[in-house]
């Protein structure tokens, strides 16, 4: 993290560390859709830029970032609902609900089959209002 944090392209490219633990932790894995609430903490790669002509630099660093944090035995391989990384699809789903995967996706299949609600991906494809998202 370290040296994802001093190798950054440009200013307005971060690496956030957020603080989980506490009643997030207090709350069963398996009683809402967010299952990683053993996580003490939540690494957001944010890579942003103006220029077009920096398009690759930035991409290169915030994959080259998850790389890093993805092959470190300290991290729990998962991803927060709402922020938008390389995986797509059901990889992506499974990453982000854990065990919780296959209920949600059954209550999302039946309850929102076109994937209307919500701002956040939900398991389950996606609809033409809300696309699948990938970093490029």
């Not at 957020?18 to 003490?40: F, I, K, M, N």
């Not at 609900?97 to 059954?106: E, I, Q």
């Amino acid at each position: 993290m370290a040296r994802a944090g001093t190798s950054k392209p440009g200013p307005e490219t971060s690496l956030t560390l957020w603080h989980l633990g506490g009643a997030v932790g207090d709350v069963a894995s398996d009683a809402t859709a967010y299952a990683r609430r053993d996580a003490p903490f939540l690494v957001s790669i944010e890579a942003g830029w103006r220029d077009p002509a920096v398009d690759e630099a930035h991409l290169d660093w915030a994959r080259a970032t998850w790389n890093d944090l993805r092959a470190s035995e300290a991290t729990l391989e998962g991803f927060y609902p709402g922020f938008p990384g390389f995986v797509d699809g059901e990889e992506r789903d499974r990453m982000t609900y854990g065990d919780n995967y296959d209920r949600v996706h059954a209550l999302a299949t039946r309850y929102d089959p076109a994937g209307l609600l919500g701002a956040s991906r939900t398991p389950g494809g996606t609809s033409p209002s809300r696309p699948a998202r990938s970093a490029r």
